[in-house]
Protein backbone atom coordinates (compact mmCIF):
# COMPACT_ATOMS: atom_id res chain seq x y z
CA UNK A 1 0.00 0.00 0.00
CA UNK A 2 2.82 2.66 0.78
CA UNK A 3 4.78 1.35 -2.36
CA UNK A 4 1.16 1.94 -4.71
CA UNK A 5 1.31 5.39 -2.76
CA UNK A 6 4.58 6.25 -3.06
CA UNK A 7 4.58 5.85 -6.96
CA UNK A 8 1.26 8.05 -7.32
CA UNK A 9 2.68 10.63 -5.70
CA UNK A 10 6.26 10.66 -7.90
CA UNK A 11 3.43 10.31 -10.61
CA UNK A 12 1.79 13.40 -9.64
CA UNK A 13 4.55 14.97 -9.03
CA UNK A 14 6.80 14.50 -12.34
CA UNK A 15 3.32 15.65 -14.17
CA UNK A 16 3.06 18.99 -11.68
CA UNK A 17 6.63 19.18 -12.69
CA UNK A 18 6.09 18.59 -16.28
CA UNK A 19 3.36 21.35 -16.34
CA UNK A 20 5.23 24.10 -14.36
CA UNK A 21 8.40 24.08 -17.12
CA UNK A 22 5.58 24.21 -19.98
CA UNK A 23 4.42 26.88 -18.32
CA UNK A 24 7.17 28.83 -17.38
CA UNK A 25 9.02 28.05 -21.01
CA UNK A 26 5.92 29.74 -23.11
CA UNK A 27 5.93 32.62 -20.47
CA UNK A 28 9.71 32.83 -20.84
CA UNK A 29 9.51 33.01 -24.61
CA UNK A 30 6.82 35.79 -24.37
CA UNK A 31 8.82 38.19 -21.71
CA UNK A 32 11.43 37.48 -24.22
CA UNK A 33 9.89 39.11 -26.95
CA UNK A 34 7.74 41.30 -25.28
CA UNK A 35 10.50 43.55 -23.67
CA UNK A 36 12.29 43.51 -27.03
CA UNK A 37 8.88 44.05 -29.19
CA UNK A 38 6.43 46.18 -27.24
CA UNK A 39 8.13 49.51 -27.81
CA UNK A 40 7.87 49.58 -31.56
CA UNK A 41 4.10 49.45 -31.17
CA UNK A 42 1.73 52.39 -31.46
CA UNK A 43 -1.06 52.96 -33.58
CA UNK A 44 1.02 53.65 -36.61
CA UNK A 45 2.51 50.42 -36.36
CA UNK A 46 -0.68 48.71 -36.83
CA UNK A 47 -1.97 51.03 -39.65
CA UNK A 48 0.52 52.69 -41.52
CA UNK A 49 2.90 51.31 -44.52
CA UNK A 50 6.39 50.44 -44.28
CA UNK A 51 8.80 53.09 -45.22
CA UNK A 52 12.46 54.11 -45.67
CA UNK A 53 13.90 50.36 -46.45
CA UNK A 54 11.89 48.88 -43.58
CA UNK A 55 13.18 50.81 -41.02
CA UNK A 56 10.65 52.92 -40.34
CA UNK A 57 6.31 53.33 -40.45
CA UNK A 58 4.09 49.93 -39.81
CA UNK A 59 2.97 46.73 -40.71
CA UNK A 60 -0.37 46.84 -41.83
CA UNK A 61 0.15 44.65 -45.06
CA UNK A 62 1.79 42.22 -43.52
CA UNK A 63 -1.32 42.23 -40.75
CA UNK A 64 -3.33 42.27 -43.29
CA UNK A 65 -1.61 39.53 -45.86
CA UNK A 66 -1.43 37.14 -42.79
CA UNK A 67 -4.98 37.35 -42.21
CA UNK A 68 -5.64 36.98 -45.59
CA UNK A 69 -3.58 33.98 -46.17
CA UNK A 70 -5.01 32.00 -42.18
CA UNK A 71 -8.88 32.86 -43.45
CA UNK A 72 -8.64 31.56 -46.87
CA UNK A 73 -6.56 28.38 -45.92
CA UNK A 74 -9.45 27.69 -43.42
CA UNK A 75 -12.29 28.22 -45.97
CA UNK A 76 -10.27 26.55 -48.06
CA UNK A 77 -9.22 23.14 -45.91
CA UNK A 78 -12.20 22.85 -43.75
CA UNK A 79 -14.88 21.83 -45.94
CA UNK A 80 -12.80 19.29 -47.60
CA UNK A 81 -11.09 17.67 -43.96
CA UNK A 82 -14.83 17.48 -42.92
CA UNK A 83 -16.12 15.91 -45.98
CA UNK A 84 -13.19 13.44 -45.94
CA UNK A 85 -13.36 12.61 -42.15
CA UNK A 86 -17.25 11.91 -42.65
CA UNK A 87 -16.56 9.80 -45.38
CA UNK A 88 -13.43 7.67 -43.24
CA UNK A 89 -15.66 7.13 -40.53
CA UNK A 90 -19.01 7.22 -41.65
CA UNK A 91 -19.20 5.68 -45.63
CA UNK A 92 -16.45 3.40 -46.11
CA UNK A 93 -15.73 0.01 -45.62
CA UNK A 94 -13.32 -0.55 -42.99
CA UNK A 95 -10.30 -2.76 -44.25
CA UNK A 96 -6.82 -2.43 -45.81
CA UNK A 97 -6.99 0.58 -47.77
CA UNK A 98 -8.81 2.85 -45.18
CA UNK A 99 -6.07 1.69 -42.92
CA UNK A 100 -3.62 2.79 -45.21
CA UNK A 101 -4.86 6.16 -46.23
CA UNK A 102 -5.52 7.07 -42.67
CA UNK A 103 -1.44 6.00 -41.93
CA UNK A 104 -1.10 8.38 -45.43
CA UNK A 105 -3.03 11.08 -43.88
CA UNK A 106 -1.20 10.72 -40.35
CA UNK A 107 2.19 10.73 -42.42
CA UNK A 108 1.41 14.07 -43.94
CA UNK A 109 0.51 15.89 -40.83
CA UNK A 110 4.82 15.20 -40.04
CA UNK A 111 5.98 16.18 -43.37
CA UNK A 112 8.03 19.32 -43.04
CA UNK A 113 6.39 22.51 -43.89
CA UNK A 114 9.18 23.46 -46.18
CA UNK A 115 8.35 20.05 -48.31
CA UNK A 116 4.69 21.90 -49.07
CA UNK A 117 6.10 24.88 -50.18
CA UNK A 118 7.95 23.29 -52.83
CA UNK A 119 4.91 21.68 -53.78
CA UNK A 120 3.34 24.80 -53.90
CA UNK A 121 5.96 26.36 -56.04
CA UNK A 122 5.40 23.53 -58.80
CA UNK A 123 1.91 22.82 -58.80
CA UNK A 124 0.03 26.32 -58.14
CA UNK A 125 3.16 28.94 -59.13
CA UNK A 126 4.21 27.13 -61.84
CA UNK A 127 1.79 24.47 -63.45
CA UNK A 128 -1.17 26.45 -63.23
CA UNK A 129 0.29 29.91 -63.40
CA UNK A 130 -0.98 31.32 -60.42
CA UNK A 131 2.64 32.71 -60.01
CA UNK A 132 3.70 34.07 -56.76
CA UNK A 133 0.05 35.36 -55.29
CA UNK A 134 -2.29 35.29 -52.57
CA UNK A 135 -4.03 31.95 -54.05
CA UNK A 136 -0.72 29.64 -54.91
CA UNK A 137 -0.37 30.85 -50.69
CA UNK A 138 -3.80 29.89 -49.83
CA UNK A 139 -3.97 26.33 -51.71
CA UNK A 140 -0.40 25.73 -50.26
CA UNK A 141 -1.59 26.15 -46.34
CA UNK A 142 -4.50 24.66 -47.02
CA UNK A 143 -3.32 21.45 -47.86
CA UNK A 144 -0.39 21.68 -45.00
CA UNK A 145 -3.40 21.86 -43.08
CA UNK A 146 -5.67 19.59 -44.26
CA UNK A 147 -4.52 16.17 -42.15
CA UNK A 148 -4.41 17.61 -38.90
CA UNK A 149 -7.89 18.48 -39.48
CA UNK A 150 -8.99 15.60 -41.41
CA UNK A 151 -7.87 13.53 -38.21
CA UNK A 152 -9.74 16.12 -35.52
CA UNK A 153 -12.47 15.58 -37.52
CA UNK A 154 -12.65 12.02 -38.07
CA UNK A 155 -12.17 11.51 -34.30
CA UNK A 156 -14.87 13.78 -33.14
CA UNK A 157 -17.22 12.23 -35.97
CA UNK A 158 -16.20 8.63 -34.02
CA UNK A 159 -16.36 9.77 -30.46
CA UNK A 160 -20.39 10.38 -31.26
CA UNK A 161 -22.22 7.90 -29.69
CA UNK A 162 -23.59 4.83 -32.32
CA UNK A 163 -27.32 5.32 -30.22
CA UNK A 164 -27.71 8.93 -31.97
CA UNK A 165 -27.05 7.28 -35.28
CA UNK A 166 -28.94 4.43 -34.54
CA UNK A 167 -32.43 6.23 -33.17
CA UNK A 168 -32.09 8.85 -36.39
CA UNK A 169 -32.38 5.56 -38.59
CA UNK A 170 -35.39 4.33 -36.18
CA UNK A 171 -37.07 7.20 -37.12
CA UNK A 172 -36.84 6.99 -40.41
CA UNK A 173 -34.12 9.46 -41.87
CA UNK A 174 -31.82 8.58 -44.01
CA UNK A 175 -27.73 7.99 -43.82
CA UNK A 176 -26.85 11.70 -44.81
CA UNK A 177 -29.83 13.09 -42.74
CA UNK A 178 -28.42 11.11 -39.78
CA UNK A 179 -25.02 12.53 -40.28
CA UNK A 180 -26.53 16.21 -40.76
CA UNK A 181 -28.99 16.75 -37.94
CA UNK A 182 -27.46 14.58 -35.71
CA UNK A 183 -23.84 13.23 -36.01
CA UNK A 184 -22.40 16.48 -37.09
CA UNK A 185 -24.09 18.98 -34.27
CA UNK A 186 -22.46 16.50 -31.69
CA UNK A 187 -19.02 16.56 -33.49
CA UNK A 188 -18.90 20.48 -34.03
CA UNK A 189 -16.63 21.18 -31.51
CA UNK A 190 -14.06 18.84 -31.97
CA UNK A 191 -14.21 19.64 -35.32
CA UNK A 192 -13.47 23.08 -34.82
CA UNK A 193 -10.61 21.92 -32.75
CA UNK A 194 -9.16 20.49 -35.67
CA UNK A 195 -9.72 24.28 -36.98
CA UNK A 196 -8.44 26.03 -34.61
CA UNK A 197 -5.10 24.25 -35.10
CA UNK A 198 -5.66 25.01 -38.60
CA UNK A 199 -5.34 28.37 -38.09
CA UNK A 200 -3.19 28.50 -35.64
CA UNK A 201 -0.10 26.62 -37.91
CA UNK A 202 -1.28 28.90 -41.37
CA UNK A 203 -1.21 31.92 -39.52
CA UNK A 204 2.66 31.21 -37.90
CA UNK A 205 4.08 29.11 -41.02
CA UNK A 206 6.92 30.67 -42.97
CA UNK A 207 8.41 27.98 -45.91
CA UNK A 208 5.26 27.65 -47.61
CA UNK A 209 4.77 31.32 -48.31
CA UNK A 210 8.30 31.65 -49.09
CA UNK A 211 8.14 30.28 -52.26
CA UNK A 212 4.29 30.81 -52.81
CA UNK A 213 2.85 34.34 -51.70
CA UNK A 214 5.26 36.44 -49.84
CA UNK A 215 7.50 39.48 -50.83
CA UNK A 216 9.92 41.31 -48.73
CA UNK A 217 8.49 44.84 -49.56
CA UNK A 218 5.86 46.27 -50.93
CA UNK A 219 3.88 49.68 -51.50
CA UNK A 220 0.33 49.38 -51.91
CA UNK A 221 -2.18 46.57 -50.50
CA UNK A 222 -3.14 43.81 -52.77
CA UNK A 223 -5.88 44.52 -55.10
CA UNK A 224 -6.62 40.43 -56.40
CA UNK A 225 -5.79 36.84 -55.09
CA UNK A 226 -3.13 36.83 -57.84
CA UNK A 227 -1.53 39.82 -55.75
CA UNK A 228 1.77 38.65 -54.00
CA UNK A 229 1.44 39.62 -50.21
CA UNK A 230 3.52 40.34 -47.42
CA UNK A 231 3.24 38.45 -43.85
CA UNK A 232 3.74 38.46 -40.64
CA UNK A 233 6.18 35.24 -40.24
CA UNK A 234 8.24 36.01 -43.49
CA UNK A 235 8.09 39.75 -42.84
CA UNK A 236 10.18 38.72 -39.20
CA UNK A 237 12.74 36.11 -41.09
CA UNK A 238 13.31 38.86 -43.40
CA UNK A 239 14.09 41.33 -40.92
CA UNK A 240 16.23 39.21 -39.38
CA UNK A 241 18.33 38.25 -42.23
CA UNK A 242 18.21 40.16 -45.00
CA UNK A 243 17.61 43.59 -42.82
CA UNK A 244 20.67 46.37 -43.76
CA UNK A 245 20.22 48.41 -40.57
CA UNK A 246 19.62 45.93 -37.99
CA UNK A 247 19.77 48.54 -35.64
CA UNK A 248 16.37 49.94 -36.35
CA UNK A 249 14.98 46.75 -38.13
CA UNK A 250 15.23 44.25 -35.29
CA UNK A 251 13.33 46.18 -32.84
CA UNK A 252 10.78 46.38 -35.62
CA UNK A 253 11.11 42.46 -36.08
CA UNK A 254 10.26 41.61 -32.37
CA UNK A 255 7.16 44.28 -32.49
CA UNK A 256 5.83 42.03 -35.48
CA UNK A 257 6.69 38.63 -33.46
CA UNK A 258 4.91 40.25 -30.97
CA UNK A 259 1.93 41.04 -33.40
CA UNK A 260 1.41 38.01 -34.67
CA UNK A 261 1.46 35.97 -31.04
CA UNK A 262 -1.24 38.22 -30.14
CA UNK A 263 -3.21 37.06 -33.70
CA UNK A 264 -3.28 33.80 -33.52
CA UNK A 265 -3.79 34.08 -29.84
CA UNK A 266 -6.87 36.22 -30.71
CA UNK A 267 -7.99 33.72 -33.41
CA UNK A 268 -7.57 30.81 -31.26
CA UNK A 269 -9.66 32.94 -28.58
CA UNK A 270 -12.32 33.53 -30.70
CA UNK A 271 -12.88 29.92 -32.07
CA UNK A 272 -12.29 28.37 -28.30
CA UNK A 273 -15.39 30.85 -27.17
CA UNK A 274 -17.45 29.33 -30.20
CA UNK A 275 -16.57 25.85 -29.71
CA UNK A 276 -17.60 26.33 -25.74
CA UNK A 277 -20.88 27.95 -26.80
CA UNK A 278 -21.61 25.10 -29.34
CA UNK A 279 -20.63 22.43 -26.53
CA UNK A 280 -22.58 23.96 -23.57
CA UNK A 281 -26.26 24.01 -26.46
CA UNK A 282 -25.02 20.50 -27.43
CA UNK A 283 -24.53 18.65 -24.19
CA UNK A 284 -25.44 15.22 -24.38
Given at each position: ????????????????????I??????S????I???????????F?????REG?T?G???????????????????????????????S????????I???????????G????????????V?????????S??????????L???????????????????????????????????????L???T????????LGVGR???????????????????????????????????Y????????P??????????????I?L??L??L?A?T????IR?????
Amino acid sequence: MKKRKLKQIIGFSLLRISVSIAIFALFSILYFIAIRGAGVINLEFFTSMPREGMTEGGILPAILGTFYLAIGAILFALPLSVFAAIYLSEYARQGRLIRVIRLGVNNLAGVPSVVFGLFGLTVFVKFFGFGVSIISGVLTLGILILPTIIRASEEALLAVPRSFREASLALGATKWQTIRRAVLPSATPGILTGAILGVGRAAGETAPILFTAATFFITRLPSSIFDEVQALPYHIYALMTEGTHPDLQVPIAYGTALILISLVLLINLVAITIRYRIRKEKRW
